[in-house]
């Protein structure tokens, strides 16, 4: 335990936890353990949450019927899973109402809830990240990616390739990778004219340079002035992902993960100073001063490390990783955030051993499933391999049923991440 773990001699307080999937249950795991938390809640969880608190029926996109429990239940301190809730304000209503929220301010989850601004954020403060043009109209993209693929603008000459992103929100789905001609017009028209990726999307898109390098999940905690980093991972996005070393099929929300990653000192060092430390001086300076998790999905190219996409919320399923090798109480770790008080020496990790999650995903994921089919009630929890519950729910008559397109995972840790694979593998 930290020291400040020690010295705690308050009482507990009602914590409540937003969000169903897996991320949302290795955080209620892992609070269940601090001496801070004394009730605790999950909104609206799964069907394994109720092993470390009570469920409550209401949405993570509800923001008016959380702030009603938090009011109703005299919330202590409220974690926030899903980006929707924090992208809609979720934490400006409950701080308004006075309660505490572990979470940006909508005016600083403006980084992942817009593309686009988060591309400008990046210029504006020298953050290294990929070259860029955005539309709002569907004919203006189709005139330029007509002139890249013609080479008729200066681009086509040093770009390897376009990726085409929603500025909005698509719960990780909305980003294509377009090959030719041929596919980058229909990428418009999925995303723009067809809205394939739901009706309210496709108002604008951000067309950027393709990048080549291995990626990375680098996450930080951070204060409002102060950032503490967490273990670099990695996560694999392709349905089958175990096909390539990148896998093959459609994007999904993410299928396996590992950590840490293992980067060099002075890479390290670039990335903290050049895109974690400028993006929350930057913030701060521009009046959105960020509290939270800020998520840095990075791309390692022969020019160094740059910023692929920001999110303002912990990643899933790199958390799930990463949060088995945390040491510390992440009790305290909330609170001292949310206070503006957190210190590196607080946020202590395992060493010399690695973590592996591997996604178990409903049949058709992530095109269409079938959700309330009965599964088996499935638990592994051993000190080295656990099962983690995603899209579970429990019926009318008690029986696990799929609630969600990835049902759960397992979650492994051993000496090397190999070896933490192959044991997920073998359960």
Not at 200 to 205: F, S, V
Request: glycine content about 12%; some cysteine.
């Amino acid at each position: 335990m930290t020291k400040e773990t020690q010295q705690y001699k308050g009482d507990p307080r009602k914590f409540l936890v937003v969000g169903g999937g897996a991320r949302e249950y290795v955080l209620a795991r892992k609070l269940k353990e601090s001496p801070r938390v004394g009730k605790l809640y999950i909104a609206p969880g799964n069907g394994g949450t109720e092993k470390f608190g009570r469920n409550v029926a209401v949405s993570a996109e509800d923001i008016n019927g959380i702030a009603r429990f938090v009011a109703d239940n005299d919330i202590g301190n409220t974690v926030v899973g899903p980006e929707v809730f924090l992208v809609n304000g979720g934490v400006d209503q409950l701080n308004s109402n006075g309660y505490a929220a572990f979470g940006p301010r909508e005016n600083a989850a403006i980084i992942e809830g817009s593309k686009v601004w988060s591309a400008g954020f990046m210029d504006r403060n020298g953050i290294p990240s990929p070259e860029h043009v955005d539309f709002s109209d569907p004919e203006a993209a189709e005139v330029f990616i007509r002139a890249f693929y013609g080479k008729y603008i200066p681009q086509s000459y040093k770009w390897k390739g376009i990726v085409g992103k929603l500025d909005e929100l698509a719960g990780g789905k909305g980003v294509e990778l377009p090959r030719t001609l041929e596919e980058a017009m229909a990428m418009v028209d999925r995303m723009m004219v067809d809205k394939v990726y739901g009706k309210n999307t496709g108002k604008r898109i951000l067309v950027q340079e393709r990048l080549e390098g291995p990626e990375v999940s680098v996450m930080a905690l951070v204060d409002g002035k102060r950032f503490v980093p967490l273990p670099p991972a990695r996560d694999y996005k392709k349905v089958n992902d175990g096909e390539g070393p990148e896998g093959s099929g459609p994007n999904t929300g993410g299928m396996a993960s590992f950590a840490p990653v293992e980067l060099n000192p002075e890479l390290l060092r670039v990335i903290y100073t050049d895109i974690l430390k400028k993006t929350v001086n930057g913030m701060r300076n521009e009046g959105r001063e960020f509290k939270g998790v800020l998520y840095a999905g990075i791309m390692l190219t022969k020019a160094g490390p740059k910023v692929l996409e920001f999110n303002c919320r912990f990643g899933d399923p790199e958390l799930q990783a990463i949060l088995a090798l945390l040491v510390s109480d992440l009790g305290d770790i909330v609170v001292l955030t949310e206070e503006g008080k957190l210190n590196k020496n607080q946020v202590r990790f395992r060493q010399g051993v690695a973590t592996a999650y591997e996604v178990v995903a409903s049949g058709g994921y992530p095109g269409h499933y079938v959700k309330d089919k009965e599964i088996e009630d499935y638990e592994i929890d051993e000190p080295d391999v656990q099962f983690i519950h995603a899209g579970t729910r429990r019926n009318k008559n008690g029986k696990l049923v799929t609630d969600g397109g990835r049902v759960g995972g397992i979650l492994a840790v051993a000496q090397t991440v190999e070896e933490a694979f192959a044991k997920a593998d073998s359960r």
